[in-house]
């Protein structure tokens, strides 16, 4: 293909139009363009310009291009007019043909006939691909893979108003976390329910410290990942915005869990009310997609003191009624209590077998105990912060 078509080409995309605000596809556009008006010297500086951009990702066009376009959100893999259209389809298909083109690429192709070509210039690295048969493989699996930046990433943030993808997330594992099985086990049923589209309800993990919960739901989310399930982590102070968040992610192929750790409130927070509204869900109803999980050290979410009870309230019952009630709205309340010794042990002896730690069992018995009572009593983190200073050295 010509350099002249080949940039007509770019700057006429119509299905992927977003990818022109891709910095290295944007990059490639502005070398194209210089070269089509045939300055060596401007050519020779957006030629550059390109090449440290890709560098800066990748020495391969080839591999750059195709992951960029198979991980584009666009009208098509949407679902939004897929199969109505056979105008779209037909220009989806020759874009995709026209990226298998620009995916090979080279320098030695922009520098044929130039006058005084950029030999200091090393070029980048192409290799074959097939971006359109590999595009319309993800468009069959999006339900599992998604788009975009959830094609990449499963794990998120809230950052004003807006996802922000965890680049390295928890890499906590079920089978790295004994002792709470059973307690897991229904969180996992829901979550199971909720990829399947069956009714799935929002959780509450309640209990003390250090007991696991937090971890649960990390570990839950990194199992279902390959299955289409997304975390998305939420703060508290950050309640108000999820309305909005939950409306864009409704029409997501893909399953979404809005965690929220560490929940409590006072009596007066605002933000009671917000959490009230998402767990209600709007005149629409709560997407199906969509599941709130919680963890709380409090049972009934609200920090409340002897004052509040001898406040002025008139109807300060109902007022205390309407403040515990927040706790019902979760379908499902799991509670993760402290262990108790037998429990502990058990909890020591796995962690100890996944760090390899060898110890006689009376005497990992015995210095978990004594270790517990110095770091304020029983719990999961205590047992694996022992277990990790016995791999240490400390007590060995």
Not at 177 to 206: C, D, F, Q, S
Not at 225 to 251: C, F, H, T, W
């Amino acid at each position: 293909m010509h350099v002249q078509e080949m940039y007509r080409r770019l700057t006429g995309l119509v299905v992927f139009r977003r990818l022109l605000q891709d910095p290295v596809v944007a990059a490639c556009g502005e070398m194209l363009s210089a070269r089509v008006r045939g300055d060596s010297g401007d050519f020779s500086a957006a030629c550059a310009g390109f090449e440290a951009a890709l560098f800066q990702s990748s020495d391969s066009w080839s591999c750059y291009l195709r992951e960029t376009v198979l991980e584009s959100e666009n009208v098509c893999i949407r679902g939004q007019a897929v199969g109505r259209s056979s105008v779209l389809q037909e220009s989806l298909r020759r874009e995709l043909a026209f990226f298998d083109q620009l995916s090979q690429l080279q320098l030695e192709d922009l520098t044929a006939g130039l006058r005084e070509p950029p030999e200091f210039l090393v070029g980048w690295v192409v290799s074959p691909t097939d971006i359109t048969r590999e595009y319309l493989r993800r468009m069959e699996e999006v339900g599992v893979k998604g788009y975009g930046i959830f094609a990449r990433y499963h794990v998120f943030t809230v950052e004003e108003g807006q996802l922000a993808p965890v680049k390295h997330p928890d890499p906590q594992r079920l089978e790295e976390l004994p002792g709470y099985e059973r307690e897991r086990e229904k969180v996992i049923a829901n979550t199971r329910a909720l990829l399947e589209g069956k009714p799935a309800n929002n959780v509450l993990l309640y209990g003390d410290a250090g007991t696991g919960k937090s971890s649960a739901i990390k570990a839950i989310a990194n199992a279902f990942a390959d299955q289409g399930l997304r975390l998305v982590e939420v703060k508290k102070n950050q309640l108000y915005q999820i309305p909005d968040l939950m409306d864009a992610l409704a029409s997501n192929p893909l399953k979404f869990i809005l965690f929220i750790d560490d929940l409590s409130f006072t009596a007066n927070d605002d933000n009671f009310a917000a959490l009230k509204a998402i767990l209600e869900g709007s005149v629409g109803g709560r997407a199906g997609n969509i599941a709130v999980y919680a963890t709380s050290n409090r049972r009934h979410l609200i920090k409340e003191t002897l004052t509040d009870r001898e406040g002025d309230d008139i109807h300060e019952s109902d007022t205390r009624q309407e403040l515990m009630s927040l706790s019902a709205r979760f379908g499902l309340t799991i509670t993760f209590g402290s262990p108790d010794r037998e429990r502990y042990l058990h909890i020591v002896e796995e962690l100890a077998k996944q760090y390899g730690v060898e110890l006689d069992p009376r005497q990992l018995a015995v210095r978990s105990e004594a270790f517990a009572v110095r770091s304020g009593g029983r719990s999961a983190r205590v047992a694996k912060q022992f277990i990790e200073l016995c791999k240490a050295g400390v007590f060995s």
